[in-house]
């Protein structure tokens, strides 16, 4: 069946550092993953979005990568502040299928320590 | 800019009871949805609709109705609520569902169902 894992429950990264959040995925064949950011109480907010034929996509702080032979997406956030604690969550939809079809991660809890 | 719109933003139930989930949106979009979110799982699709007058089953439908008779507004129904439906609940709506159409979503309702 097809899986997504986003790498842990929680992230606890030093302010000023680079966090790293680890998207998983098995038995799929994404034609596109989104990356958004969820505040307690809040709902998602969409960050960044990467195709499959794409290697790397940047907006300011942030960076995602798809390695779509290793099945996993990177997300970076450059020069944290403690204003980027959040929920990051992965989604995934498979070719051919748009919205309706996509999956979301478990998510990361990430957490910037001043 | 009001965006997503949700209603209630909390709601107690019995068993048996019956309520009605809002979600309203003032940017035109032709798709809307509507997802649960439960610990240690991802957000899942409940039901979607593709524009005004349609509505289409998402990954978790049992237990639930949607109607869109306006395409500004979006219903989730529970005709007798279980304690399964203990979530919670986010509309969200998109311009299309092609690839890169990202989701816009509402602050979430929290339903408890005793």
């Known amino acids: 069946s097809q899986k997504i894992e986003q790498n842990s429950e929680a992230l606890n990264i030093q302010e000023g550092k680079t966090a790293t959040l680890t998207c998983n995925y098995t038995?799929?064949?994404?034609?596109?993953l989104q990356w958004y950011r969820q505040d307690p109480g809040r709902g998602p907010v969409f960050l960044l979005l990467i195709r499959e034929n794409e290697k790397e996509k940047r907006k300011e702080r942030l960076k995602v990568t798809f390695d779509t032979t290793l099945k996993q997406s990177l997300f970076h956030i450059t020069a944290s502040q403690p204003a980027d604690s959040a929920t990051y969550l992965c989604?995934?939809?498979?070719?051919?299928?748009?919205?309706?079809?996509?999956?979301f991660g478990t998510g990361t809890r990430l957490t910037i320590i001043p | 800019n009001a965006g997503v719109t949700q209603t209630p933003k909390f709601r107690v139930l019995k068993t048996g009871q019956s309520m009605t989930l809002l979600c309203a949106q003032d940017m035109n979009h032709e798709y809307m949805y509507w997802y649960r979110q439960d610990p240690g799982m991802g957000l899942r699709l409940i039901h979607y609709?593709?524009?005004?007058?349609?509505?289409a089953k998402g990954e978790v439908p049992d237990g639930y109705n949607v109607s869109r008779l306006k395409k500004q507004n979006f219903l989730l129904g529970l005709e007798s609520a279980a304690p399964s439906q203990t979530s919670v609940y986010f509309c969200?709506?998109?311009?299309?569902?092609?690839?890169?159409?990202?989701?816009?979503f509402g602050s979430g309702t929290q339903l408890s169902v005793l």
């Open positions: 609709s593709v524009g005004e007058g349609t509505t």
């Open positions: 989604a995934l939809s498979i070719s051919n299928f748009g919205n309706e079809k996509l999956t």
């Open positions: 969200a709506s998109s311009y299309g569902t092609g690839v890169g159409e990202k989701l816009f």
């Open positions: 038995n799929y064949s994404p034609a596109y």
